[in-house]
């Protein structure tokens, strides 16, 4: 697939409320600039995201979609961020069957004092969706 | 549906990137044409006051505010709503500060951003549904188990703030493993005088009455949960009365029975009806069933018939006692055991008689123990020379990874006991790591240092070295090649949590980690409560640890109780939590397999589900979990997080 020209991919993120949103205010509190693509939809947990949200944002438009969780073992809720890398190993898999590229989905480990790793996540996801073009859904 | 946005400028930080009137410009295409109003530093007190007259006077039916991040003032704003007589979960906030305003380069890009964000809280907050706090009625009265250190800290200081407290303790005494032995480090203390003062005061003190202490008991069932316990307790019978015996020991005299005693090593016989050791408190003798002779047939009243204090004191057909108590939350202290150091290779414990895992050994240093504190051989004899081997299966993978950060200490006291009972006793501390943390542990190991009997090997792996006997009766440690000879060896194998841990963690239904200690809630920030509310961790029954930090989490646990039981006996349930539609339930379970928090149970009779809101957190997992749909996370429902979706991306 080639990437569209001036192609600005718009992706949805799962952040759970504890590790990865704070992670993602802390990037705010640092104010230092990043791709604006990334709308966040604020779980409790991980362990919250249905893979049906996932396919809603991808039926609705996402180019792309992050779930963010806490690291393995510091999950608030013991192991809600287990559950969520299960549901998206098997979401991925499916997905694939259907030509949805792996690519489009990711699962990251971002904590409360890693707004640095939550910049560098967004402007990796942008820019590797920006050449991967427009998620076209099959018919 | 009546929509009130409101954008707070926060000072020039927001509108200085944001194009605020644009937002109000995009409102009006939105679904419900939402009313956009501007404020200035809503969470000031002249912000709050103006926001709550502007909701007052509008009545909105639903509310976003768009300003900084939700876990800075979500709860400020909530506030604010409930005093302008709105249900606080009416409200949903757009964090443009922190994740637009402040990290979007190129303010048109911002603004973009904004009214989109927006766009999607508004399509969230119009299936907002208004939530209310429920309260429930508990029982302020809690069952601790085990009288340790920690069990008995608890138990006072809940007392002490007249909480009615029931302590169940397996053995026939209290004050845990410490009360066994002789000095403390680091400050040398004699161990049962430490404990003394709290001994005296659960069995006498001031709190007679409201502190009931169950000993040779256990826990036998558990049900209903945080607030509402309802335990039964299986207590074996002591055959003689707790209020009535005096502790003279005229029974023990008189009873012709004996078997050896399992508290002085197992070296040292006792008398079918006997005391633990001397000095075992409540100074009241036990009678062992089996040791009897009564369990062989025989017609003996011996204790008895000699017994001062009458006949009603000693009851020879006493049955086994089941009792129930209604509690609103248990502490857990049930201490800590030792790591088996036969089971670790070439260190002769198992094999030959001299030498001692350490445990062992602070009985042969205690007064009360098998040689009444004085340090000699199997065979009699006083020993020239002792081998002290740390860390004997602590941090090994092959046995325990961890270290018990105790061990270095009481292998210190040992080595100061021992050089005082026994002078010019050559002592070798055959270590890896030396562990002493704190601002007192290190005189104990200078004095150990300026010892010129004292001598340190360092070793790699324990794999290195090996314990085997001389032809002339004497040790011999063989460590990477060199040789020394000793008469007695001791052992510091790893701390494990005692044996009843997994009896108890299987009743309550609450996990253990790989060691096999309590898991906490958190290991940080909430070390002295465990995942399922209402059940707390104190002492080492959650992490190896000396003393004082088992006090310490002892008092942690009781504020954890006083601070979440209240008298008068209401609880607040938050309102974010899951529900199950039974209609819709299956009946697959999958719910309660993935619940953290032991909140699901599956009611047979109704063939569904079953969510307590007391123990449910609210993280929403058994809702993502569920083929059927059945489960609602309030607050956090499909439909809102759908909604919001949409809004984002149209």
Known sequence: ???????????????????????????????????????????????????????????????????????????????????????????????????????????????????????????ETVSSLRGLGPLVLPD | MKIGIYVCTCGSTLSRTIDVPSIAQAALSFPDSPSVTTMDFICSENGRRQFEDHLKQEQPERVVVAACSPRDHETTFRRCMTNAGLNPYLLQMVNIREQIAWVTEDPDAATEKAIVAIRGAVNRVKLQQPLEKMQCEICPDVLVIGAGPAGMKAALALAEAGRTVTVVERLPFIGGLPVRFDELFPACECAPCLLDPLMGDLLHGEFDGTVELLTMAELAEVTGFYGAFNVTIRQRARHVSLHECIGCGACVEACPAATMNEFRNGTVER????????????????????????????????????????????????????????????????????????????????????????????????????????????????????????????????????????CCQYAFIFNHLISDRLPGTAITHFHRELVLPGKEAHSLAQQARHNQNTRFVRYESIHDLAVTATDDGKLAIHASGKLTTGDMVILCPPVIPSSGAGKIASILDIKRDQSGFFRELHGRTDAAQSPVRGIYLAGACQDPMDIRSAMLQGMASAGHVLAALKPGGIIDIEPITAEVDETRCSGCRLCISVCPYRAITFNHSHNASEINAILCRGCGTCVAACPAGAIKGHHFTSDQITAEIKGLLS
């Not at chain 1, 409320?17 to 600039?33: L, M, R, V």
């Not at chain 2, 509690?327 to 001692?356: P, R």
């Open chain 1, 1 to 123: 697939m080639t990437a569209a020209q001036g192609f600005e991919p718009r992706i949805i993120g799962f952040l759970c409320t504890w590790c990865s949103y704070a992670g993602a205010d802390q990037a705010g509190g640092s104010q230092k600039p990043y791709p604006p693509n990334l709308s966040v939809v604020r779980v409790m947990c991980s362990g919250r995201v249905d893979p049906q949200f996932i396919l809603s944002a991808f039926a609705n438009g996402a180019d792309g979609v992050i779930i963010m969780a806490c690291h393995p073992g510091d999950c608030h809720y013991k192991e809600g961020n287990c559950r969520a890398l299960q549901r998206y190993s098997m979401l991925c898999r499916v997905l694939e069957t259907f030509g949805i590229e792996k690519e489009r989905i990711r699962l990251e480990y971002v904590s409360a004092s890693e707004g640095e790793i939550f910049r560098r996540i967004v402007h």
């Open chain 2, 271 to 406: 008398k079918a009806i006997d005391f633990a050791f001397a000095g075992a408190l409540p100074s009241v003798p036990t009678l062992m069933e089996d040791t009897c002779v009564r369990s062989r047939g025989e017609e003996c009243q011996a204790c008895k018939d000699i017994c001062p204090m009458g006949r009603d004191v000693i009851d020879l057909d006493q049955p086994d006692s089941i009792l129930e108590r209604h509690v609103g939350a248990i502490i857990l202290a049930t201490g800590a055991g030792l790591y088996d150091a036969s089971l670790v290779t070439g260190m002769g414990k198992g094999v030959f008689s001299d030498v001692y895992d350490s445990c062992e050994f602070e009985r042969m240093l205690s007064s009360t123990g098998p040689t009444d504190g004085q340090i000699i051989t199997s065979r009699g004899t006083t020993p020239s020379s002792i081998a002290i081997i740390h860390c004997v299966g602590s941090l090994d993978p092959e046995h325990k990874p961890y270290c018990s950060g105790i």
